[in-house]
């Protein structure tokens, strides 16, 4: 599994490829809620991370423009989602740090 995650172009890039799966995604900031986080890109939502399963399963979530499709969404290890939000912390693009801190004890923590 290859993981490329920080700042491009004035935004940050997550992208994860394994075999069967890639996920990318460009934003400005992460909004996190108590079990999503929220991926924004000049104001408006672009895709998420949720869970899936209670906590068991992330998946990771893409909106399209793509006729008949409205998102896209694969499965994310936990791995891939605490350095995301490890380099969007340093990088200073987390909307609420207080609902992030809820989110690493509810879903990050739980395994």
Known sequence: MEMTIGE???RMLARLE????VFEVNFDSIEP????????RDGERV???????????????LTTDREGTDFIS???????????LDAASEAD???????LEGYRLRVLEQQ
């Open 33 to 40: 809620t108590d079990v999503t986080l929220r991926f924004i």
């Open 93 to 99: 693009r987390i909307t609420d740090t207080t609902m």
């Open 47 to 61: 895709g998420s991370i949720y869970n899936d399963d209670g906590t068991k399963r992330t998946m990771a979530r």
């Open 18 to 21: 394994d075999t069967g799966r």
């Open 74 to 84: 694969v499965e994310v290890p936990k791995e891939f989602v605490s350095r995301l």
């Open 8 to 10: 491009h172009n004035e």
